[in-house]
């Protein structure tokens, strides 16, 4: 029984990870058709301002605000290093290429990847930031025998609210009503007066900000070094391409799936856990190329 | 693939390439050694960008090449003279490259891209976690006893093993040379620039594709191996994403115009590396990442185009036009 609670609950808490990674990155692909490698940048770089934030505010655990306080400081760091970074990502780059079919986008993106890796050494240095008073001040709890740190029960919480603010942005809003109909058909977007080019920088904002929040809440539960982008954006890849490029849902979906299936690897046969996701995400590719919540495309002549 | 007055001036390169050896220190004879056996990786890479498809995950058969040897040498495979050793790596990794090929072959863009990935990282995760296997983190080393029957000894192991890889990658490239300009190199071209009106026309698409798949995954095999014998040690960091996007950058780095560029591109960037990670470790990657952004912005035929620009402008040439290749669309 106890088993079974470590692999949902561990299950749940990697779909939570995974989602807050994936959500941005196939959000981004379905409106500008980018599969963007920098996504992972911008997860590291919302990390790293996240975990400075809480120890420059409160070094050693104490600080002039109230400890919880420290969340909205996450949140706050996130969001600021989406609307700065992201802008400016795409307005100065992205743009350039966004007519040059997917491999160059993607290339250029990578080419970002690299560079910011190494601003991230640059502004932040090369030791690791341990801000783990968010997490360790709830303490755990006992769930079915099990004793469960309390941080990690709210973390899928924080993917929840990502998934509601998205929902809501693309299916509540004008913005959301015009990116839709950008999606659909950008030449007739633009006819009717739609501004494009202005949809594209907001949508990649968006995407940067949900990546950049999800570093700057999993920052807390382990320490941020240099290199996290790396791992993270490749996981997100299989998230993603197993729901489906461009479909939120199928993003969800994914997480859900892959968390559960490296949560249960983990349990029985630790040392095929990253074998078992990539293998899915082969199979998937194979089975059904467009993923499990694609659109299946028509190839123009 | 260009004009035979290009061969010449090569074929003059390969020969100052023979007698400088000597000279060089053991150092940079290194770094060139290695610079060609990557050079045959991208060499491999270039030829599927050719046809649109960007195999973001070449290390597939660069580790995939390398461990054959490895795993071969840890359970006792007799021989252990290079080119013996090297055949097998190659071999392998084109026998792994015909399996995948069936099924990649079929995809293309994003989903080409995506699928090498997702393959490159299955041997990533198995070669990292079967240690009974691949010897985990840790590695394998890959010990060649002779070269080509070959004694060497500390002072002249450097020297023999440029030699070794420079004929072994001479004999590749003009294995490739051909290949491009025979009608599987046009086809891809015109694969490049629409697939479904080649089909009309009656050639067969997939299996074009498969074949120049194939012939890259040996292309890959064959450098992995080579690297393996020059550094004497693997490693499952080899097949790791972020190698096989190096490989995807020193492609474009030197141009996809020739099949001299992918080895011209490889050096160079094998040098700068040297020199940047020396002068400059936490920023080597900034400056790779801005030298790829100028090439994409700037220069779409790397390296080699500026290269031809320059030597049709001394001639009194008209310049020839930018290489098709990674611009239209």
């Not at chain 1, 980018?34 to 996240?50: C, D, E, K, P, T």
């Not at chain 1, 791992?231 to 479909?247: D, P």
């Amino acid at each position: 029984m106890d088993q079974v609670t470590i692999v949902v609950l561990n299950g749940v808490l990697f779909a939570s990870y995974l989602f807050l990674v994936s959500a941005g990155l196939t959000f981004i692909y379905g409106v500008m058709r980018i599969l963007n490698v920098a996504h992972g940048s911008l997860y590291g770089l919302g990390a790293y301002m996240g975990a400075w934030l809480v120890l420059r505010i409160w070094p050693g655990g104490t600080g002039p605000l109230p400890p919880w306080w420290s969340y909205l400081v996450l949140l706050a760091g996130g969001v600021l290093v989406g609307v700065t970074v992201g802008p400016l990502l795409e307005r100065l780059f992205i743009r350039r290429v966004a007519d040059r079919g997917e491999v160059i986008p993607l290339i250029l993106t990578f080419a970002l990847f690299l560079i910011l890796e190494d601003v991230m050494k640059l502004v932040w240095g090369v030791n690791p930031y341990l801000a783990d008073m968010p997490y360790s001040m709830l303490g755990s709890l006992s769930l079915a025998g099990v004793s469960y740190p309390i941080y990690q029960l709210l973390l899928p919480l924080v993917a929840l609210a990502a998934a509601g603010l998205l929902w809501f942005v693309v299916k509540r809003t004008l913005f959301g009503k015009l990116i839709v109909s950008v999606i659909a058909d950008r030449e007739v977007s633009a006819a009717m007066g739609i501004d494009v080019p202005r949809m594209y920088t907001f949508a990649f904002t968006l995407g940067a900000v949900l990546a950049a929040v999800g570093g700057a809440f999993i920052a807390p539960m382990s320490s941020v070094v240099p290199g996290i982008s790396i791992e993270v954006i490749i996981l997100a890849f299989a998230v993603t391409t197993i729901g489906g490029l461009g479909s939120v849902p199928g993003a969800a979906i994914g997480a859900v799936l892959v968390g559960l299936l490296r949560a249960i690897a983990i349990q029985g046969w630790p040392e095929l856990d990253l074998f078992v996701v990539y293998a899915f995400m082969a199979l998937v590719l194979l089975l059904k190329p467009q993923g499990l919540f694609g659109a299946l495309e028509v190839r123009r002549i | 693939m260009r004009r035979l007055r290009d061969g010449r001036t090569l074929l003059l390169g390969l020969v100052a390439l023979l007698l400088i050896a000597p000279v060089l220190p053991s150092w940079l004879l290194f770094l060139l050694t290695i610079a060609f056996a990557k050079g045959l990786v991208v060499l491999g890479v270039v030829l599927l960008l050719r046809g649109d498809l960007v195999s973001f995950g070449h290390g597939l058969y660069y580790a995939g090449g390398a461990y054959a040897i490895g795993i071969a040498l840890k359970d006792g495979f007799p021989v252990r003279d290079a080119l013996v050793l090297v055949a097998l790596g190659t071999l392998v990794a084109t026998l792994l490259a015909a399996v995948v090929g069936v099924f990649i072959a079929r995809y293309r863009g994003i989903f080409f891209g995506m699928l090498s990935t997702a393959f490159t990282m299955i041997l990533y995760s198995l070669l990292l976690k079967l240690r009974w296997l691949s010897g985990g983190t840790d590695g394998i080393p890959v010990r060649a006893s002779t070269y080509l029957g070959i004694e060497t000894s500390a002072d002249t192991v450097r020297l023999v093993q440029y030699y070794f890889v420079l004929a072994l990658t001479a004999a590749a490239v003009y294995v490739v040379y051909r290949v491009a300009a025979s009608p599987l190199g046009y086809l891809m071209r015109a694969i490049y620039d629409n697939e479904i009106r080649v089909e009309y026309m009656g050639a067969s698409v997939h299996r074009a594709i498969y074949r120049t798949y194939v012939l890259a995954g040996a292309l890959g095999g064959l450098g992995g191996a080579l690297a393996a014998v020059t550094v004497g040690h693997i490693s499952p960091d080899m097949a790791y994403w972020t190698v096989s996007g190096e490989f995807v950058f020193v492609a474009l780095f030197g141009g996809l115009g020739s099949v001299f560029a992918p080895l011209v591109g490889s050096v160079v960037f094998e040098l700068v590396r040297n020199y940047a990670f020396k002068l400059s470790p936490y920023t080597w990657q900034m400056l790779l990442g801005g030298v790829l952004l100028a090439i994409i912005l700037f220069a779409p035929g790397g390296l080699w185009s500026l290269f031809e620009r320059l030597a049709a402008r001394h001639a009194g040439e008209p310049e020839p036009p930018a290489p098709a290749p990674a611009e239209q669309r």
